[in-house]
């Protein structure tokens, strides 16, 4: 749990504002351009003049930005998904294959899912754009379809539907970011940046003081799995986070669109340079560093805290004027003994809230007047009031706020008596709970037992 509302950005290399890679910063600069009024960036990194290759392909006459430090031009779109008419992977093969690397990157969740980060209406026009991708799991269909029964407002800056395409930009000349993986290619203006991989999706994800997202739930306890993550490739391809904050070079993504680009325009890339590393290694020293945090109590230290604090540095507080994207959340997350009971909850919020009694909505049904009310003026009035949230560039600074909050509730880091594994503890609680670990509570439960038949 956090103490504030949230977004995530999630980048498939480290980004932020506070990188020292040449056009990292830029680049950050122009996706909070763009915030808050969309869920997902398609980055295309193919330089010319083949590239930007997902712009052509969906965009006859694609515009351009200028950055906010006026290095260089960028291309930025706005694009609604339900815009498109169907495409198939020959129409266009770039940007199929940017979300298939997507959708792969999550097919196997083990603590995140796809449609925990992306909104299920974003996924649904996704597979009617692309029906050849298989975007929602038959395991997802039923958790997505439920979201999908509280219809975001059409009002408001946020669509869950958009993405916005974009390139790299050109930074000045000058160092070599330490980060490419192909040959600089130089341009009248600057250098391009060469991010890690040819076509990055960067997800946008709001969520509430809950971990609660428009499709799902960021975990509470993610710093958990962090710290009790083996390897470098669990962080990187397992739990699918260390790529936000431990830079890895070789990538089966790349594969696959190279492949395109030496059958498309018989370009021969310049691949990785050989003999490199997995990772730089990052994703190994930070849970080290947040193990030993925790197993020496430095909470309780003064200069315990200072150590917690560095990580913040990667957390903006943005000031926002549009919060429909939290109360649709809100709305998704609400249980009841059933769909009819479910809705009766949200209107009954609407009435206390907003003042928007369920009398005074014209539709015939609960489902039609839930939303109704979300266009309602009384409720548009209220979620464009400014409020602040916390921007979190990676997991790595969202983890350390979760376990900072989960400290002051004095629900402390601590081992299971039962199977030794990290969970939260309370003055009630030394085992795991059924959410925290599955296997553990059976566990639990079978030793009961046998105590039981024993006595």
Same mark, same amino acid.
């Given at each position: 749990?956090?103490?504030?509302?949230?977004?995530?950005?999630?980048?498939?290399?480290?980004?932020?504002?506070?990188?020292?890679?040449?056009?990292?910063?830029?680049?950050?600069?122009?996706?909070?351009?763009?915030?808050?009024?969309?869920?997902?960036?398609?980055?295309?990194?193919?330089?010319?003049?083949?590239?930007?290759?997902?712009?052509?392909?969906?965009?006859? #006459?694609?515009?351009?930005?200028? /950055?906010?430090?006026?290095?260089?031009?960028?291309?930025?779109? #706005?694009?609604?998904?339900?815009?498109?008419?169907?495409?198939?992977?020959?129409?266009?093969?770039?940007?199929?294959?940017?979300?298939?690397?997507?959708?792969?990157?999550?097919?196997?969740?083990?603590?995140?899912?796809?449609?925990?980060?992306?909104?299920?209406?974003?996924?649904?026009?996704?597979?009617?754009?692309?029906?050849?991708?298989?975007?929602?799991?038959?395991?997802?269909?039923?958790?997505?379809?439920?979201?999908?029964?509280?219809?975001?407002?059409?009002?408001? #800056?946020?669509?869950?539907?958009?993405?916005?395409?974009?390139?790299?930009?050109?930074?000045?000349?000058?160092?070599?970011?330490?980060?490419?993986v192909r040959e600089l290619t130089a341009v009248p203006?600057?250098?391009?940046?060469?991010?890690?991989?040819?076509?990055?999706?960067?997800?946008?994800?709001?969520?509430?003081?809950?971990?609660?997202?428009?499709? %799902?739930?960021?975990?509470?306890?993610?710093?958990?799995?962090?710290?009790?993550?083996?390897?470098?490739?669990?962080?990187?391809?397992?739990?699918?986070?260390?790529?936000?904050?431990?830079?890895?070079?070789?990538?089966?993504?790349?594969?696959?669109?190279?492949?395109?680009?030496?059958?498309?325009?018989?370009?021969?890339?310049?691949?990785?340079?050989?003999?490199?590393?997995?990772?730089? %290694?990052?994703?190994?020293?930070?849970?080290?560093?947040?193990?030993?945090?925790?197993?020496?109590?430095?909470?309780?230290?003064?200069?315990?805290?200072?150590?917690?604090?560095?990580?913040?540095?990667?957390?903006?507080?943005?000031?926002?004027? /549009?919060?429909?994207?939290?109360?649709?959340?809100?709305?998704?997350?609400?249980?009841?003994?059933?769909?009819?009971?479910?809705?009766?909850?949200?209107?009954?919020?609407?009435?206390?809230?907003?003042?928007?009694?369920?009398?005074?909505?014209?539709?015939?049904?609960?489902?039609?007047?839930?939303?109704?009310?979300?266009?309602?003026?009384?409720?548009?009035?209220?979620?464009?009031?400014?409020?602040?949230?916390?921007?979190?560039?990676?997991y790595l600074p969202l983890m350390w706020d979760q376990?900072?909050?989960?400290?002051?509730?004095?629900?402390?880091?601590?081992?299971?008596?039962?199977?030794?594994g990290w969970m939260t503890k309370t003055k009630r609680?030394?085992?795991?709970?059924?959410?925290?670990? #599955?296997?553990?509570?059976?566990?639990?439960?079978?030793?009961?037992?046998?105590?039981?038949?024993? %006595?």
């Amino acid at each position: 749990m956090t103490a504030w509302k949230g977004e995530l950005i999630a980048a498939p290399w480290p980004l932020s504002p506070k990188s020292f890679v040449p056009g990292d910063k830029e680049l950050s600069y122009l996706i909070t351009g763009h915030l808050p009024r969309t869920p997902v960036v398609l980055l295309d990194a193919i330089e010319d003049p083949y590239g930007p290759a997902t712009t052509r392909e969906l965009l006859p #006459d694609p515009a351009e930005i200028w /950055d906010p430090d006026e290095f260089s031009r960028a291309c930025g779109d #706005d694009l609604d998904l339900r815009a498109l008419s169907p495409r198939s992977g020959s129409d266009a093969p770039f940007t199929q294959l940017a979300i298939q690397s997507l959708l792969s990157t999550y097919a196997r969740p083990e603590v995140i899912a796809l449609g925990d980060l992306v909104p299920p209406e974003w996924l649904q026009a996704a597979q009617t754009a692309f029906p050849e991708l298989p975007t929602v799991s038959e395991t997802s269909l039923p958790r997505w379809s439920r979201n999908l029964r509280i219809r975001y407002p059409h009002q408001g #800056d946020f669509r869950p539907t958009r993405v916005v395409l974009a390139s790299p930009p050109n930074p000045p000349k000058g160092p070599t970011p330490t980060h490419r993986v192909r040959e600089l290619t130089a341009v009248p203006d600057g250098l391009f940046h060469s991010p890690p991989v040819w076509l990055a999706i960067i997800t946008i994800t709001p969520f509430d003081e809950e971990g609660r997202t428009l499709g %799902g739930q960021l975990p509470l306890d993610l710093w958990r799995h962090f710290i009790s993550a083996q390897t470098a490739q669990e962080l990187h391809e397992g739990l699918r986070i260390a790529d936000t904050f431990c830079l890895r070079d070789f990538r089966s993504e790349n594969d696959s669109i190279e492949a395109e680009l030496r059958r498309k325009f018989h370009w021969q890339p310049a691949g990785p340079c050989p003999n490199k590393p997995y990772c730089e %290694g990052q994703c190994m020293i930070e849970p080290d560093a947040m193990k030993a945090w925790i197993e020496g109590q430095d909470w309780r230290k003064p200069w315990g805290s200072g150590i917690a604090s560095d990580y913040t540095a990667n957390i903006q507080e943005v000031d926002i004027s /549009d919060s429909t994207a939290y109360e649709v959340i809100w709305a998704r997350s609400v249980r009841g003994t059933s769909e009819d009971d479910r809705l009766r909850r949200i209107l009954t919020r609407f009435d206390s809230t907003y003042g928007i009694p369920p009398d005074e909505l014209t539709a015939s049904d609960r489902t039609g007047k839930v939303s109704e009310a979300f266009e309602h003026q009384l409720f548009v009035q209220n979620v464009r009031k400014r409020r602040l949230i916390r921007r979190y560039w990676g997991y790595l600074p969202l983890m350390w706020d979760q376990l900072r909050s989960s400290i002051e509730e004095e629900h402390f880091p601590a081992h299971c008596a039962n199977c030794g594994g990290w969970m939260t503890k309370t003055k009630r609680k030394i085992f795991h709970s059924r959410e925290e670990d #599955d296997e553990c509570d059976r566990d639990q439960a079978k030793k009961r037992k046998q105590v039981s038949r024993a %006595g």
